[in-house]
């Protein structure tokens, strides 16, 4: 974090220990002069600090006074006084009633939601909690407080202050959450208009906590919520048609995989609306490793490459699929991410097997010559394909690759026609 960050915070902290502080001293909780003194301080450094934080991130112009005017920099000054001793020592005054101008610098707990939009690294669901979190409690304080300052109800005042305020904590909190229990009921107008307003807030604050928490559990599964309901889809499209059990049973068995190695999601649908730059930065990521075993591409420049990873095509193949085939042109180039793929020849007999991290096909790009061989999937396969027709395209444009591909081709074709006449 950054200076402003650091000091942001200590704000946002600073109006939260206000909140709970100043409203235990209005119903009576008496400290030593020494620790209000202190807490009168630390309310000054922050509102200074409200108010760097407010020069620092408008644009105000120094020749126009005018711009500088805020009602939130104005009530930051006043927080910024030595409110405390001014009273005691100076007005004479041996009272608190100068100090709770302090609860207006309470409001820059609302700003933690401004704070954590500067943090790109934070996951969705701590944008949620953290304010929820974070505002619950001062809440339940406050009505606490209030409810004390009227009289507690039929609990009454309590010579114990601790146990008079747990108490007030209780009935905020059946209060909030249900209509309260009865055990402790208001008994003059001014309680009972006091717990009708804390039972409407309740409804209204704690509904949307109540609904915000479920949203949020329910996120957290939400990927498998997401692969259920493809599930689901497909099963009822298949129990439809009356699709043989053989072939339900692959089906399910693709689902599967698709959940156990990419938790249902296909990797091109979710980068797709990302912008082409980043789409390639993140494709890089997956497949520098196989790109980089690729000879011919050694001397692509990066600006190529990103044109490349742009043009990948993700693929998953089935055990048994075939790729292609002998004597096919498929034209594409083929990197293995995940499984196994096996090289036939004509007789189905096995050349090689190729796991992650493998480049096949690459003949199909250079030169365009049909297949020499059968691609085959062993198990489940993701592959990235790089068809012939986006590959000449990038390369075009690199009039330098072009020519140094062109110098491969040339190489490539004089040692296959050496290799022949030695045959």
Known sequence: MNTLQYLRLFSILNAMLVGFWLPLRLIGFSVPINVDISFDLMISLASVANIYIHFNKNDLSALNWKSWLSLGVFLDLICALPLLLIENHLLGENSMG??????????????????????????????????????????????????????????????????????????????????????????????????????????????????????????????????????????????????????????????HYLWKEHRGYMDKSLIHSLPAKLQSELNFAINHTIIEKVSFLKNASDGMLEDIMLSLEHRVFVPGEKIFRAGDRDECLYMVHAGQVDILTEENKLIASLTEGSVFGEMALISGSPRSATARAASYCDLYALPKEDFTRIVDSYADFKSHLEEVIRVRKAATTAANKEE
């Open 98 to 255: 100068l100090v709770f101008l302090n609860l207006l610098t309470a409001r820059h707990a609302w700003k933690i939601k401004e704070f954590l939009d500067e943090f790109d690294n934070l996951k969705p669901i701590v944008y949620r909690l953290v304010p929820l979190g974070l505002m619950m409690p001062p809440l339940v304080h406050l009505i606490a407080c209030g409810w004390i300052a009227l009289g507690s109800g039929t609990a009454g005042p309590d010579s114990d202050k601790y146990l008079e305020y747990v108490k007030a904590l209780y009935w905020a909190m059946t209060t909030l959450t249900t209509v309260g229990y009865g055990d402790i009921a208001a008994k003059t107008p001014a309680q009972m208009f006091f717990a009708v307003v804390t039972q409407l807030i309740g409804v209204g604050v704690f509904g949307f906590v109540l609904s915000n928490v479920a949203g949020l559990l329910s996120r957290l599964d939400a990927a498998r919520e997401h692969h259920m309901d493809n599930l689901d889809q497909i099963e009822t499209f298949m129990h439809s048609y009356k699709i043989p059990g053989s072939t339900r049973l692959k089906v399910r068995s693709y689902y």
